[in-house]
Each structure stands twice: as structure tokens, then as C-alpha cells.
DNA sequence: CTGTGCATGTAATCCGTTACATGATTTA
DNA sequence: TAAATCATGTAACGGATTACATGCACAG
């Protein structure tokens, strides 16, 4: 009861759920694969929480197999929720960056420093940016909903890996304008 | 013992402490005002990491007020540790979006609803552009070195959200031309 | 003298991570 | 028959949020 509403690999699993039954072993790869950076779960996670939704009644074994294996299955009650959340639950916006905490310190080093930080996080971002290239050749470009929305999602990070790099060359060049005019007083 | 590395409470704490001794009320309230958007911190989080932070020798009472006020500073050691993290320890990329969770999931919607949750993005993202736009108006350009990094962290937000909005913005036509490919079969 | 703000703390609960623990089944 | 994989679970710990609880000091 009170099975709180904002928590969300609740729905992750719910949503992964939808496209067929599946084990917490089955999951757990989905997990891995498919929403490893956007919503990553650990077994000893995943194994509660299916815990947690059978007794909810969102889902149900509907098969059990060798190994002590038990297919889980979605319910009516756990696909009306799942829609619920995403159509009427406003999605929470991220509240902690950790890249941008250190950016409010920044000034406890030297110029020097500063620079060196801003640039890797352009060199970092670059990286991504050319993995997640590689990855979009990859990914055959009508293969059923999830290749639709996927790749939503992978063009997302593109702009966002764009976007971090552009931002960070241009911060480390601030911090040496910055040291500049500060030199020349 | 082992207070561990990759925890930026204790280093937003020690950021904060450089810019001077403070109370864990003060400090509350530099959480609110400065680093609200970057990293939350509750009250009763903040006084339970005050009492760590002292008991590790990277901060003292430096004085005592009334009502049992207890004046922080930060000291030589914690002053190395906020380096060492800012300098040495590379940044925990962010690894949850429970706004892109939504979107590998948005096929269980039916196409207009799905189009619904990407233009609230963008209507969000813009809004919040224009809140950042305000802000960015009344920032001091030059006072301290807070204002040189703090404009750091904005700029990113300001970027931040002008790509948020026009990803929405083409994932939400990119939605609209899938539907009508499959109106056409 | 009353309300507002200053000021600190504790308890309960939940989410997430790491590590521990165990065992069955298939495949080479 | 040994190794890899399938498969599930528990325990310990720490971080984050919410709620509870208390009381002093100052301004009007």
C-alpha cells in the first residue's frame, strides 16, 4: 500500500515488461543493454522490486521453469499504471550535477587547473559523442517501437554530447580570458 | 574512517565553507539560494554531515553564538581534501534521466500523446530559458570570484535548455512523420 | 508579550550499491 | 566432469527525504 509514485524502476521494469514476460535474470540484461544510461538497476535491486510489484499485483508469475526461473508478466493493473505515469505523472527534472558542483569550486584552484577540468570534460564529451555515433550505425532504423523511440533517446545524447563539448571549450577559454584581464591589471 | 570519496555532500560543504565561516543554518541557505539547481541538501542531511566533517578534522567550531549557534570553518586539511576531489577525482557522469526513461517507453501511448509529453519538454525547457535569461540579466558581471564560475554553470543551464527544447521540438515531429508512414501502409 | 526567524538535532523510511551466499542446468 | 551460465535470494551500509521535536532571541 502507498507504493510510492515517483520512485521510477518501478516503471522501468513495468515498461521493459511490456514488450513480454520475462525473469529478474532475463531483466537484468534488458537493464544492462538497453536503459544502462538512463536507468541502471542492480540484481539485488530488480529482485525486490519484482518482490515489491507481484505483491502489488502489478504483476504476476505467469510461468515458472528450471532453476527456480519465474517468467513475470505485466497485469491490466500494472500496464494502467505504467500509462498513468507516463501521461499524467509530471517527469522530475535531474537535480544534482556533479560536473557543474565542481564548476562553483573551481575557483579554489589555479587558472591553470580550472582549464585542465574544463578541457577533459570537452575530451570526455568528444569520446561519448564518437561512441554514440558508432552506436547509431549500428541500430537497424525500423525494427519495431522501440527502434522509433530509441532512437529518440540516442539523438538526445548526441545533442547532449555535443552541446557539453561545445560548452566546455568555450568555459576553458573564458577562464584564460578571465586570467588574462586579471594579468593585465 | 574511510569517509568516503565520490559523496559531494561533504565536498559542496567544504566548497561552500571556503567562502567563509558559517553556521549549518547559514549553510542551509547558501544550499537554497546558490546550489539549489546543482546539489540539494536537506536540513537534517546537512547537520548529520557537519558532525562527520568536524569528527574527519576537515572542519571546526571556530566560534559559538547564541541560541547554541555553532560557527564552521573549514581547515587546512579539509581545505587539501576539497583540492584533491576538485583537482585528482574524476566527475560521476549522470546516469539517471527519468525524462529519456520515459521516452523508450512512450510507445505504449498511443502517437498524439506521445507527441503531448515531448512539447511539454519543450515548453518547459523554454520557460526555463526565459527564468535563466532573467537571472543571467541580474548577475553582477564582475564581483568575486563566484561571479566567474557561478556565470560558468549558467551559461551550461542556458545551453542546457536551448537544446532540451529543440531536441522536443524535433522529437515531437520526428513522432508526427513516423504516424503518418504508418497511416500511409 | 507574541510572532517570526534563528538554530539544532533525532527518527523512520526508502533507494541504491556492494558483497555474500547458494545451487541447478547446460555445454564442451 | 568441469566450466560457464542461468537463476534467485539476503545482509550490511550509506545517502536522501520527510516528519517530528525542541527551544532561544529579537523586533514590533
Given at each position: 500500500?502507498?507504493?510510492?509514485?515517483?520512485?521510477?524502476?518501478?516503471?522501468?521494469?513495468?515498461?521493459?515488461?511490456?514488450?513480454?514476460?520475462?525473469?529478474?535474470?532475463?531483466?537484468?540484461?534488458?537493464?544492462?543493454?538497453?536503459?544502462?544510461?538512463?536507468?541502471?538497476?542492480?540484481?539485488?535491486?530488480?529482485?525486490?522490486?519484482?518482490?515489491?510489484?507481484?505483491?502489488?499485483?502489478?504483476?504476476?508469475?505467469?510461468?515458472?521453469?528450471?532453476?527456480?526461473?519465474?517468467?513475470?508478466?505485466?497485469?491490466?493493473?500494472?500496464?494502467?499504471?505504467?500509462?498513468?505515469?507516463?501521461?499524467?505523472?509530471?517527469?522530475?527534472?535531474?537535480?544534482?550535477?556533479?560536473?557543474?558542483?565542481?564548476?562553483?569550486?573551481l575557483?579554489?584552484?589555479?587558472p591553470e587547473?580550472a582549464q585542465d577540468y574544463l578541457n577533459d570534460r570537452a575530451t570526455?564529451?568528444?569520446?561519448?559523442?564518437?561512441?554514440?555515433?558508432?552506436?547509431?550505425?549500428?541500430?537497424?532504423?525500423?525494427?519495431?517501437?522501440?527502434?522509433?523511440?530509441?532512437?529518440?533517446?540516442?539523438?538526445?545524447?548526441?545533442?547532449?554530447?555535443?552541446?557539453?563539448q561545445?560548452w566546455a571549450t568555450w568555459a576553458a577559454e573564458e577562464v584564460r580570458r578571465a586570467q588574462?584581464?586579471?594579468?593585465?591589471?
Amino acid at each position: 500500500m502507498n507504493y510510492d509514485d515517483v520512485v521510477s524502476l518501478k516503471h522501468a521494469t513495468l515498461g521493459l515488461l511490456t514488450y513480454g514476460p520475462a525473469s529478474g535474470y532475463d531483466l537484468l540484461q534488458k537493464f544492462r543493454d538497453s536503459l544502462a544510461n538512463v536507468w541502471p538497476a542492480t540484481q539485488s535491486q530488480l529482485y525486490g522490486e519484482l518482490g515489491k510489484l507481484a505483491d502489488a499485483g502489478l504483476v504476476t508469475v505467469a510461468a515458472e521453469g528450471p532453476r527456480g526461473r519465474k517468467e513475470y508478466a505485466i497485469t491490466p493493473e500494472g500496464s494502467a499504471e505504467l500509462r498513468h505515469w507516463l501521461g499524467e505523472v509530471p517527469p522530475a527534472p535531474n537535480r544534482r550535477s556533479e560536473m557543474l558542483l565542481r564548476v562553483f569550486f573551481l575557483g579554489m584552484l589555479t587558472p591553470e587547473q580550472a582549464q585542465d577540468y574544463l578541457n577533459d570534460r570537452a575530451t570526455v564529451a568528444a569520446e561519448l559523442q564518437g561512441e554514440l555515433r558508432e552506436l547509431a550505425k549500428t541500430v537497424d532504423p525500423d525494427s519495431g517501437p522501440l527502434a522509433v523511440y530509441g532512437r529518440l533517446a540516442l539523438e538526445w545524447a548526441l545533442r547532449f554530447s555535443a552541446m557539453q563539448q561545445e560548452w566546455a571549450t568555450w568555459a576553458a577559454e573564458e577562464v584564460r580570458r578571465a586570467q588574462d584581464g586579471a594579468a593585465a591589471d
